[in-house]
Antibody
Framework: EVELLESGGGLIQPGGSLRLSCATS????????LSWVRQAPGKGLEWVSV????????YYADSVQGRFTISRDNSRNTLYLQMNALRGEDTALYYC??????????????WGQGTLVTVSS | DIQMTQSPSSLSASVGDSVTITCRASQSISRYLCWFQHKAGKAPKLLIY???TLQSGVPSRFSGSGSGTDFTLTINSLQPEDFATYYCQQTYSVPQTFGQGTKVEVK
């Protein structure tokens, strides 16, 4: 069974940094692209970033470009999101999702339960 | 970026009803469209991919159709567990944008 478990969320002051992790199991990690999606309070789903299976291709939403960095450790079956220069509008529940393919666009066939990031002073 | 517009934003229905949700893309995306079900506090669930292919384990009362720019999700004979928020997402290009969601509520 595919499992994705996010961690690393919390309360952080504006301008601060946080690193989210997504530990996975139940599939061959190095064969699939992975993504981060977030949901701000009372809002819909927002695509944040994607990384290909090899890690060679990474893409970001305009709203986080230059501040967030997606990475993966294929030896630890873990996805990361380094978030710097955090803003209030980054407050959201952050989900990691597995794509059904190796490249950067495709169906999100499994999701984690999310980790909450709150940016506030 | 491709914009995805869902309608309605919410609807009220009763158990046993059929409901239809529409999703329109700002440009042609062929059949690169998914539908998700999302309940508060839970992981979103993939229902349909490639516009009309049912994900394994999803009940057959869910169906999808469309291509190009216009797509629909239909739920036949609504069940109590179907009350949730539904999102479309284009998988044609990065960023893989979502529709704004449709909340299906109990009438």
């Amino acid at each position: 069974e595919v499992e994705l478990l996010e961690s690393g969320g919390g309360l952080i002051q504006p301008g601060g940094s946080l690193r989210l992790s997504c530990a996975t199991s139940g599939f061959t990690f190095s064969n699939f692209a992975l993504s981060w999606v977030r949901q701000a309070p009372g809002k819909g789903l927002e695509w944040v970033s994607v990384i290909s299976a090899s890690g060679g291709n990474r893409y970001y939403a305009d709203s986080v470009q230059g501040r967030f960095t997606i990475s993966r450790d294929n030896s630890r079956n873990t996805l990361y999101l380094q978030m710097n220069a955090l803003r209030g509008e980054d407050t959201a529940l952050y989900y990691c999702a597995k794509l059904a393919v190796a490249h950067s666009t495709g169906d999100f066939d499994s999701w984690g339960q999310g980790t909450l990031v709150t940016v506030s002073s | 970026d491709i914009q995805m517009t869902q309608s309605p934003s919410s609807l009220s229905a009763s158990v046993g009803d059929s409901v239809t949700i529409t999703c329109r893309a700002s440009q042609s995306i062929s059949r690169y469209l998914c539908w998700f079900q999302h309940k508060a506090g839970k992981a979103p669930k993939l229902l349909i991919y490639a516009a009309s292919t049912l994900q394994s384990g999803v009940p057959s009362r869910f169906s999808g159709s469309g291509s190009g720019t216009d797509f629909t999700l239909t739920i036949n004979s609504l069940q109590p567990e179907d009350f949730a928020t539904y999102y479309c997402q284009q998988t044609y290009s990065v960023p893989q944008t979502f529709g704004q969601g449709t909340k299906v509520e109990v009438k």
